[in-house]
């Protein structure tokens, strides 16, 4: 220190006794929202599962789990909206396939299909994180297009129509916040 006082970096303030009175009750509709989250998000997964389940692939359905999180607890983020959750999702099962198609499935190429997907979603804005697992998934399961339909489309589809329709039963939400 050089001849002075050192400035606090947090500067304290005296609590204001109305605040800790409304801290609780926004404490409560912060409980009461994530649990209207979670019940949404159990029948969201819950369609989408029983929609497209596959016995022969289960990890291909991976996915729709990160997807859960974003369209029911993180549906107001730019991840969450329909441009990304579509464009991620079939395009990046698309580049998988098509490099499976291509170029077998060689750990190169399930590099090649990753990073390409990781550009795709860049450059259309279409970054969905979840999304990012397809490729690997559509490598290694040596998926044909028709993925695409079911059990990618179909289980995209689903949960975005229960995030639609349950975000409209809580009064403030709604769900899409921007469709494109």
Same mark, same amino acid.
């Given at each position: 220190?050089?001849?002075?006082?050192?400035?606090?970096?947090?500067?304290?303030?005296?609590?204001?006794?109305?605040?800790?009175?409304?801290?609780?009750?926004?404490?409560?509709?912060?409980?009461?929202?994530?649990?209207?989250?979670?019940?949404?998000?159990?029948?969201?997964? %819950?369609?989408? $599962?029983?929609? &497209?389940? #596959?016995?022969?692939?289960?990890?291909? !359905?991976?996915?729709?789990? *990160?997807?859960?999180?974003?369209?029911?607890?993180?549906?107001?983020?730019?991840?969450?909206?329909?441009?990304?959750?579509?464009?991620?999702?079939?395009?990046?099962?698309?580049?998988?396939?098509?490099?499976?198609?291509?170029?077998?499935?060689?750990?190169?190429?399930?590099?090649?299909?990753?990073?390409?997907?990781?550009?795709?979603?860049?450059?259309?804005?279409?970054?969905?994180?979840?999304?990012? %697992?397809?490729? $690997?998934?559509? &490598?290694? #399961?040596?998926?044909?297009?028709?993925? !695409?339909?079911?059990?990618? *489309?179909?289980?995209?589809?689903?949960?975005?129509?229960?995030?639609?329709?349950?975000?409209?039963?809580?009064?403030?939400?709604?769900?899409?916040?921007?469709?494109?």
């Amino acid at each position: 220190m050089l001849g002075g006082q050192v400035k606090p970096l947090i500067r304290s303030r005296k609590a204001d006794p109305t605040e800790q009175v409304h801290a609780v009750p926004n404490r409560w509709g912060h409980l009461i929202g994530l649990g209207w989250s979670a019940v949404g998000a159990s029948i969201g997964i %819950a369609l989408a $599962l029983w929609l &497209v389940a #596959n016995e022969q692939s289960p990890f291909l !359905l991976a996915s729709l789990g *990160g997807t859960t999180v974003f369209l029911f607890a993180l549906g107001h983020t730019e991840p969450a909206q329909p441009r990304a959750l579509f464009g991620g999702h079939l395009g990046g099962a698309f580049i998988g396939i098509l490099c499976y198609q291509l170029f077998g499935d060689a750990l190169w190429v399930s590099v090649l299909a990753v990073v390409l997907t990781m550009i795709y979603m860049v450059t259309t804005r279409t970054i969905h994180p979840p999304a990012g %697992a397809n490729p $690997l998934f559509m &490598v290694h #399961n040596h998926a044909d297009f028709m993925v !695409l339909l079911n059990p990618v *489309g179909a289980g995209i589809l689903a949960l975005f129509l229960v995030a639609m329709f349950w975000s409209r039963l809580q009064p403030g939400k709604e769900y899409p916040v921007k469709w494109w």
